[in-house]
C-alpha cells in the first residue's frame, strides 16, 4: 500500500480505489496516462486520496506512483488481471491491469469501501448460449466494496434483478432518475430497484451495507452526463457491426472488452470513446465526493452520535476474554516420578485468564474497563469474584450448570512446565451475540482489549466494529494454538498492538503465509 494511501487509511480519511485495466487495456498510450492523471486528479481535488490499483512484477499495488502509472499504460506486455487470473500473475511475478473484480478484491483487502470504475461487466450478447458472464457480477456479491459505475457496458445484457436477486446485491441509481443507465447512454430500459439522490444519501447507504457486515457489495449506477452521452442508435449500430467482426474474429471473454471498445470508437469517429472519457470523470466526481460523504458520517458516528449515556462518565475501556482460576503445584525435587507416584510438593491456587489479567491491571491504573468474560455459578466463581471486587465484573456472565475455567500446571523443581491441564469449555459462551449488547461501550471505548480464548466469531465481530469506528483494538495472542485466529481472514488489519512471544509470532507467521527470518527457523 502506498504510503500516502496508507496514511490516509490509518487516519480514517476518504480514500478511493481505481482500476487499471481501463490503463493497460481500455485506451492507447499516451491518452491512456493523460485520463489516469486526470481522474487522479479529480479525486484529490474533489477531498480523496487516489488509490489507483495494479500488478507490478508480482505484486499487488494500492496507490501508483506516476512512473508506476506510466509503466503500466505504456508497457504493452501487461495482463488483464480479474480474480481468476491473480494466482498465476502473482506466482510468476507479471505486471497487469486489474479489472473491477480482481480491484474489488484488493480494495477490501486494504480495507478502503469506495471503489470508483467506468462501467461494469455484465452478461455479454449471447450469453444465454455461450454462458459469457463477466466475474464482476460474482464479485459485487461476495466482496463488501461500494462500486461507483456508468452502468454495464453497453455492448453487454444485465437486469439488475440479477444482480439484486441471484448476488443479493444492493444496486441503487444516483441522481434523479430511476433508470439504470447504460454505459454510454443515460437509458438501458431497466429501471434500477434503488434510487439515492445525492452523495450523502449513498454515504448512509453504504455504511449500512457496511454495518451489517453483509459479504455483498454495493452497486451505484451514475448515469454519463446528459451533454456528453452518445447518442443511442448511432451506439447500438456501432456496437452490431462491431460484434459481427467480433464473431467472425473468434473473440471472447476477457479479450473482447478491450476490441470493442476500440472498434466502436472508431466505427462513431471518437464520439463513445468522448462519452468514455466524459463517465469516467463524471463517476470519480461522484464517487470522491461519495467517500468523503461516508468519511464525514463515520467520524460523526465515532465521536458520539450513538444514544447518550445517562451520566457524564468518561467512556471505559472494555476487555474481551477468559477468567481462569489457576493451580500451580511445583515439585519438590528436579525429577518428578511419574506411574502414578505421589511427589512432594506445593500446591497454590491463584488466578488468572489473559483477560481478567488484563482487566486487573487496568483497574489496578486506575482506568476501570469494562470486562466482558464468563464463568460458572460454582465455588470458584465465587472466589473469582471475591478476589476481583476492585475491577467492574458487573457484565461478566454467571452460567447455570457451567464449570469455571480452570487450569492445572504442573511444575519440576527446576521451573520447567511438565504437564498442563485446562477445562475451559467455558470460554465458548463469551459469543458474538453477548459481546454485542455492549455495542454502545464497545464503539466509545478509547481501548479494547481481546484474548485468544475468545471465539473465532467474536473477534471478527470486534475487528468489524473497530474497522468501522477506527477503534484501538489490543490483541493479546495468549498461547501457540490459539494466536492465528484475528490472521484467518482480514480480520487482524483492524488491530492496532498484538504482543506475541516468538512462539505465537511464528505461529502468526505461519497463517500469514510468511517465510520465516533467517537465524528464526531453529532459534
Given at each position: 500500500?502506498?504510503?500516502?494511501?496508507?496514511?490516509?487509511?490509518?487516519?480514517?480519511?476518504?480514500?478511493?480505489?481505481l482500476?487499471?485495466?481501463?490503463?493497460?487495456?481500455?485506451?492507447?498510450?499516451p491518452?491512456?496516462?493523460?485520463?489516469?492523471?486526470?481522474?487522479?486528479?479529480?479525486?484529490?481535488?474533489?477531498?480523496?486520496?487516489?488509490?489507483?490499483?495494479?500488478?507490478?512484477?508480482?505484486?499487488?499495488?494500492?496507490?501508483?506512483?506516476?512512473?508506476?502509472?506510466?509503466?503500466?499504460?505504456?508497457?504493452?506486455?501487461?495482463?488483464?488481471?480479474?480474480?481468476?487470473?491473480?494466482?498465476?500473475?502473482?506466482?510468476?511475478?507479471?505486471?497487469?491491469?486489474?479489472?473491477?473484480?480482481?480491484?474489488?478484491?484488493a480494495?477490501?483487502?486494504?480495507?478502503?469501501?469506495?471503489?470508483?470504475?467506468?462501467?461494469?461487466?455484465?452478461?455479454?450478447r449471447?450469453?444465454?448460449?455461450?454462458?459469457?458472464?463477466?466475474?464482476?457480477?460474482?464479485?459485487?456479491?461476495?466482496?463488501?466494496?461500494?462500486?461507483?459505475?456508468?452502468?454495464?457496458?453497453?455492448?453487454?445484457?444485465?437486469?439488475?434483478?440479477?444482480?439484486?436477486e441471484?448476488?443479493g446485491?444492493?444496486?441503487?441509481?444516483?441522481?434523479?432518475s430511476?433508470?439504470?443507465?447504460?454505459?454510454?447512454?443515460?437509458?438501458?430500459?431497466?429501471?434500477?430497484?434503488?434510487?439515492?439522490?445525492?452523495?450523502?444519501?449513498?454515504?448512509?447507504?453504504?455504511?449500512?451495507?457496511?454495518?451489517?457486515?453483509?459479504?455483498?457489495?454495493?452497486?451505484?449506477?451514475?448515469?454519463?452526463?446528459q451533454?456528453r452521452?452518445?447518442?443511442?442508435?448511432?451506439?447500438?449500430?456501432?456496437?452490431q457491426?462491431?460484434?459481427?467482426?467480433?464473431?467472425?474474429?473468434g473473440?471472447?471473454?476477457?479479450?473482447?472488452?478491450?476490441?470493442?471498445l476500440?472498434?466502436?470508437?472508431?466505427?462513431?469517429?471518437?464520439?463513445?470513446?468522448?462519452?468514455?472519457?466524459?463517465?469516467?470523470?463524471?463517476?470519480?466526481?461522484?464517487?470522491s465526493?461519495?467517500?468523503?460523504?461516508?468519511?464525514?458520517?463515520?467520524?460523526?458516528?465515532?465521536?458520539?452520535?450513538?444514544?447518550?449515556?445517562?451520566?457524564?462518565?468518561?467512556?471505559?475501556?472494555?476487555?474481551?476474554?477468559?477468567?481462569?482460576?489457576?493451580?500451580?503445584?511445583?515439585?519438590?525435587?528436579?525429577?518428578?516420578?511419574v506411574?502414578?507416584?505421589?511427589?512432594?510438593?506445593?500446591v497454590?491456587?491463584?488466578?488468572?485468564?489473559?483477560?481478567?489479567?488484563?482487566?486487573?491491571?487496568?483497574?489496578?491504573?486506575?482506568?476501570?474497563p469494562?470486562?466482558?468474560?464468563?464463568?460458572?455459578?460454582?465455588?470458584?466463581?465465587?472466589?473469582?469474584?471475591?478476589y476481583?471486587h476492585?475491577?467492574?465484573?458487573?457484565?461478566?456472565?454467571?452460567?447455570?450448570?457451567?464449570?469455571?475455567?480452570?487450569?492445572?500446571?504442573?511444575?519440576?523443581?527446576a521451573?520447567?512446565?511438565?504437564?498442563g491441564?485446562?477445562?475451559?469449555?467455558?470460554?465458548?459462551?463469551?459469543?458474538?451475540?453477548?459481546?454485542?449488547?455492549f455495542k454502545?461501550?464497545?464503539?466509545?471505548?478509547?481501548?479494547i482489549?481481546?484474548?485468544?480464548?475468545?471465539?473465532l466469531?467474536?473477534?471478527?465481530?470486534?475487528?468489524?466494529?473497530a474497522?468501522?469506528?477506527?477503534?484501538?483494538?489490543?490483541?493479546?495472542?495468549?498461547?501457540?494454538?490459539?494466536?492465528?485466529?484475528?490472521?484467518?481472514?482480514?480480520?487482524?488489519?483492524?488491530?492496532?498492538?498484538?504482543?506475541?512471544?516468538?512462539?505465537e509470532?511464528?505461529?502468526?507467521?505461519?497463517?500469514?503465509?510468511?517465510?520465516?527470518?533467517?537465524?528464526?527457523?531453529?532459534?
Open positions: 500500500i502506498q504510503p500516502s494511501v496508507q496514511e490516509a487509511l490509518m487516519e480514517g480519511r476518504p480514500v478511493v480505489a482500476e487499471s485495466t481501463i490503463i493497460t487495456h481500455g485506451m492507447g498510450y491518452q491512456n496516462l493523460s485520463m489516469a492523471r486526470e481522474v487522479e486528479e479529480i479525486v484529490t481535488t474533489n477531498g480523496a486520496v487516489p488509490a489507483t490499483v495494479g500488478i507490478l512484477r508480482g505484486r499487488i499495488h494500492v496507490g501508483l506512483t506516476d512512473e508506476e502509472l506510466e509503466f503500466l499504460a505504456s508497457n504493452k506486455n501487461v495482463v488483464k488481471v480479474s480474480r481468476r487470473d491473480l494466482p498465476f500473475v502473482l506466482s510468476q511475478g507479471l505486471s497487469g491491469g486489474t479489472t473491477v473484480s480482481g480491484t474489488m478484491i480494495a477490501h483487502k486494504a480495507g478502503i469501501p469506495v471503489f470508483v470504475t467506468g462501467g461494469i461487466g455484465g452478461v455479454h449471447g450469453g444465454e448460449n455461450t454462458l459469457d458472464v463477466s466475474a464482476d457480477l460474482t464479485e459485487l456479491g461476495r466482496t463488501p466494496v461500494a462500486v461507483v459505475s456508468a452502468g454495464v457496458n453497453d455492448y453487454l445484457l444485465v437486469l439488475p434483478p440479477l444482480l439484486q441471484t448476488q446485491v444492493c444496486v441503487a441509481a444516483f441522481g434523479e430511476r433508470e439504470f443507465p447504460a454505459f454510454f447512454s443515460r437509458q438501458s430500459g431497466f429501471q434500477a430497484p434503488y434510487h439515492v439522490r445525492d452523495e450523502e444519501e449513498t454515504a448512509e447507504l453504504i455504511a449500512s451495507a457496511l454495518g451489517l457486515g453483509l459479504s455483498s457489495g454495493v452497486l451505484i449506477a451514475v448515469p454519463c452526463p451533454e452521452a452518445a447518442s443511442g442508435q448511432v451506439i447500438e449500430e456501432a456496437i457491426q462491431a460484434l459481427g467482426e467480433a464473431r467472425s474474429k473473440i471472447t471473454g476477457k479479450e473482447l472488452t478491450p476490441f470493442m476500440q472498434k466502436i470508437s472508431e466505427l462513431t469517429d471518437g464520439k463513445s470513446l468522448d462519452s468514455n472519457l466524459a463517465l469516467i470523470h463524471n463517476n470519480a466526481r461522484v464517487g465526493r461519495i467517500a468523503v460523504a461516508l468519511s464525514k458520517l463515520q467520524k460523526a458516528r465515532r465521536k458520539g452520535n450513538l444514544p447518550h449515556r445517562e451520566d457524564t462518565t468518561p467512556p471505559q475501556p472494555v476487555v474481551i476474554g477468559g477468567i481462569n482460576v489457576d493451580f500451580i503445584a511445583k515439585a519438590l525435587n528436579p525429577v518428578i516420578l506411574l502414578g507416584q505421589t511427589n512432594a510438593g506445593r497454590r491456587r491463584t488466578f488468572g485468564g489473559v483477560g481478567r489479567n488484563l482487566a486487573d491491571c487496568l483497574s489496578r491504573l486506575g482506568q476501570t469494562l470486562f466482558l468474560s464468563a464463568v460458572g455459578k460454582d465455588e470458584h466463581s465465587e472466589s473469582v469474584l471475591h476481583c476492585h475491577m467492574d465484573m458487573s457484565a461478566v456472565l454467571q452460567l447455570e450448570g457451567k464449570s469455571t475455567a480452570t487450569y492445572c500446571a504442573v511444575i519440576t523443581g521451573g520447567e512446565l511438565s504437564v491441564l485446562g477445562d475451559m469449555d467455558i470460554h465458548r459462551q463469551i459469543t458474538e451475540q453477548y459481546v454485542s449488547q454502545e461501550n464497545l464503539c466509545q471505548a478509547p481501548l482489549c481481546i484474548d485468544g480464548n475468545v471465539p466469531p467474536t473477534i471478527q465481530y470486534v475487528c468489524q466494529l474497522r468501522e469506528w477506527q477503534l484501538a483494538v489490543c490483541y493479546e495472542p495468549t498461547d501457540e494454538n490459539k494466536a492465528s485466529k484475528p490472521f484467518l481472514s482480514d480480520s487482524w488489519k483492524a488491530l492496532t498492538y498484538i504482543s506475541p512471544n516468538l512462539q509470532l511464528r505461529a502468526i507467521n505461519r497463517t500469514l503465509g510468511n517465510p520465516l527470518p533467517a537465524g528464526i527457523e531453529h532459534s
